[in-house]
């Protein structure tokens, strides 16, 4: 790679992983650099994106690791679900031609950034969570967003966020934490698999990672005092540009 790709992917893996802890989405920044940037392989691009992350969404997690006590017990019981999903989602990917992924990823890319822009009523139906479901439900739900994000993973913390107003009492703050420490999870679980099969292409897996370390912690740990909103605003219409672009790519582009 050049200095300027080198640089390049430094600072779209800090600006990613401060998105995610923010506002979420940060995969719709480096999934887009990593495939078109160091010109891999469709899944290669997505296990490396995912694999680079994963320091990033450790520093967001001990960023916030002063709200996780009130609501952390929810992280015992969905832990062991999410575990298995992400493994699950990995493996999936490994058995996914890039012709296939190829065709899947504007479809990804929209879910993700549609996601992005109802996140506000996802925030008000954690603030006014008045009923419960039972405990296998909230299991089985973790279970399939932790397969969607071992797959391919923009937008997995915004599902987090909307399933657990189906049955976590607190802040957003607060579950945003718990949030945070299931995604890495999720990001250390899937990358333990990539690696073992070969799919993380280094050189820009470390340059992506440089940045995430930085740009997840401090985004972590004074996010708090930040107004997501027109952040959210700008990437879910990056995502919407880069869903038309990924459409042209998979289904007229030569």
């Not at 890039?98 to 549609?114: C, M, N």
């Not at 292409?201 to 985004?219: E, R």
Request: charged content about 10%.
């Amino acid at each position: 790679m050049s200095v300027g790709e080198i640089v390049m992917l430094i600072v779209v893996g800090a600006i990613a992983s401060a998105v995610n802890a923010v506002a979420g989405g940060g995969s719709l920044l480096s999934f887009p650099a990593v495939l078109i940037g160091a010109r891999l392989p469709e899944t290669i691009a997505n296990a490396t994106n995912s694999f680079s992350l994963w320091p990033g969404a450790v520093g967001a997690a001990v960023g916030s690791f002063n709200l996780f006590s009130k609501a952390g017990h929810y992280f015992k019981v969905l832990a062991v679900p999410t575990l298995l999903g992400s493994s699950f989602g990995a493996i999936l990917l490994l058995n996914t031609t890039d012709q296939t992924f190829k065709h899947l990823i504007p479809y990804l890319i929209l879910v993700a950034s549609l996601l992005l822009l109802l996140q506000p009523k996802v925030k008000k139906m954690v603030g006014h969570v008045t009923t419960h479901v039972p405990t296998w439900t909230a299991v089985l739900i973790q279970f399939l967003v932790a397969t969607y994000g071992g797959y391919f993973g923009a937008g997995m913390g915004i599902m987090m966020l909307a399933s657990f107003a189906l049955y976590m009492d607190g802040t957003i703050h607060e579950l945003n934490a718990v949030k945070n420490w299931l995604g890495v999870v999720i990001n250390v679980t899937c990358s333990i698999v990539f690696v073992v099969k070969g799919l993380v292409v280094w050189a820009p897996a470390l340059c992506l990672m440089g940045g995430a370390v930085f740009g997840g912690y401090f985004a972590g740990k004074y996010s708090q005092k930040l107004d997501p909103d027109k952040l959210r605003l700008m990437i879910a219409a990056y995502g919407i540009l880069m869903t038309g672009y990924f459409f042209y790519r998979a289904y007229w582009m030569k």
